[in-house]
């Protein structure tokens, strides 16, 4: 198990603490105001100069691409356990991981170039994501198809010659949105005679390939979530040379198994850092207001809800840390029940905390003045990417399952 931080953390997170008093929480209405302007302007698809600033002013700091396991050219070298805390701190604004290069899913997307490319396609695409150059998306989720069963998925990947030609129609391909976007890591079959988890793989795909249409944003109770984005895809008779492979045909599976441990650790820390700036808000608030003759902070429906909260938030983060502990010593597949249970507990502590501090700013709470409409938009959506509550509650059952059926033998 692990104990206190390690010195390399508790240096990082005060590092990271500091630059947000400073940088991030002192710009977040300027971001609002200039996003809000380009939607006026009829196009919010378009980088947002105080991120574009403050990412000289991070990357001067030290904070720079700090999610990467293990180091490339210079680049990352940083254990789960020790990234945690400052995903969780990058958490409470949702726009401050770009500011960083550690924003969803180009960390992903670079975890797997670096974990599973080749040389050429590390230095085509791994190193100028690293440097910041250029954001990627990631192409999984199918409209067609229950795409929680990733064998459902039908985009096409046919080798013809020198050649992968790609069709199919992907949505919420996070990221796609980005005027930076250059590469798409796509999920399709190149096999639908194989064994059923060898039928996968995954290929590079430039973004401005013949053949590729990003056709529209989707939206998460009407947030647009620009300019990252979530977008709907068109793949259409899309040729790349089969160079662009990752790993080899049908190891798709075994690329999202590697890729998705990590990311889902990630989305949980954010969570925690999300639930933990709402309870703040939720104290604050209920100090400041009165009714029916006394702070709302005197009533005890308020005691109980804080105390939950409390109580919720410092078991996800123990919960995610042992996740995260587990994963640098024994590693991801041996993890996979503590992954699969941070997953379904973080999240859904998010939503409920933040929906409690939703409560306690009454209209205020729902309206676009605060933000916590849209930190309940972004936890609510945590609960199905990256594989929705369902299937991770599934997968435990099973490990428990099969724990006593081995005792029992």
């Known amino acids: 198990m692990f104990a206190e931080p390690s010195t390399k953390t508790r240096d990082l997170v ?4 500091a630059f947000f008093d400073q940088h991030i929480t002192p710009n977040e209405a300027r971001h609002h105001r200039e996003l809000d302007a380009f939607r006026r302007a009829g196009n919010a698809w378009q980088p947002v100069p105080v991120v574009d600033e403050l990412k000289h002013v991070a990357r001067a700091a030290g904070l720079w691409n700090m999610f990467l396991p293990h180091p490339y050219k210079g680049h990352g070298g940083i254990s789960n356990l020790d990234y945690a805390p400052l995903c969780e701190v990058m958490g409470r604004v949702s726009w401050s991981s770009e500011v960083f290069n550690c924003s969803a899913p180009d960390t992903g997307n670079m975890e797997t170039i670096e974990r599973y ?11 100028p994501l690293l440097d910041g150059q250029i954001r990627s998306a990631f192409l999984m989720t199918e409209p067609a198809v229950a795409s929680s069963d990733a064998t459902n998925i039908q985009c096409s990947i046919r080798r013809d010659g020198n050649e992968y030609v790609i069709n199919g129609r992907k949505w919420f391909s996070s990221g796609a949105g980005s005027p930076r ?3 798409f890591i796509v999920m399709g079959k190149t096999d639908a005679d194989a064994p059923r988890h060898a039928q996968q793989s995954m290929v590079l795909v430039p973004r401005d390939a013949k053949g590729v249409t990003v056709e529209r944003p989707l939206t998460v109770f009407g947030y647009d979530d620009a300019p990252h984005g979530h977008m709907e895809v068109v793949l259409d008779n899309v040729r790349v040379p089969v160079e662009n492979i990752l790993l080899g045909e049908g190891r798709g599976f075994e690329i ?10 990630h989305h949980c820390m954010r969570s925690i850092g999300a639930a933990e700036r709402a309870l703040e808000m939720m104290v604050d608030r209920l100090q400041e207001r009165v009714a029916f003759g006394k702070a709302l902070s005197e009533q005890s429906v ?14 996800a983060r123990l919960l995610t840390l042992n996740a995260a502990h587990k994963m640098d010593t024994v590693g991801n597949k041996a993890a996979r029940a503590e992954i699969a249970m941070i997953k379904v507990v973080a999240p859904n502590v998010s939503c409920k905390v933040v929906d409690w501090t939703i409560q306690a700013h009454g209209a205020a709470g729902v309206s676009q003045d605060f933000w916590l409409a849209e ?3 972004h936890q609510r959506t945590v609960r199905i990417v990256d594989g929705p509550d369902e299937v991770h509650r599934n997968a435990i059952a099973k490990i428990e399952l099969g724990k006593r059926a081995t005792l029992k033998r």
């Open 181 to 183: 976007c250059a590469i």
């Open 256 to 265: 999202a198994q590697g890729r998705l441990g990590p990311g889902r650790i």
């Open 302 to 315: 308020w005691h109980e809800r804080i105390a939950e909260s409390r109580c919720m938030i410092d078991q």
């Open 14 to 17: 005060q590092r990271l603490n």
């Open 375 to 377: 930190a309940y938009a």
């Open 117 to 127: 490319g080749t040389p050429e396609q590390k230095q085509r695409w791994l190193e």
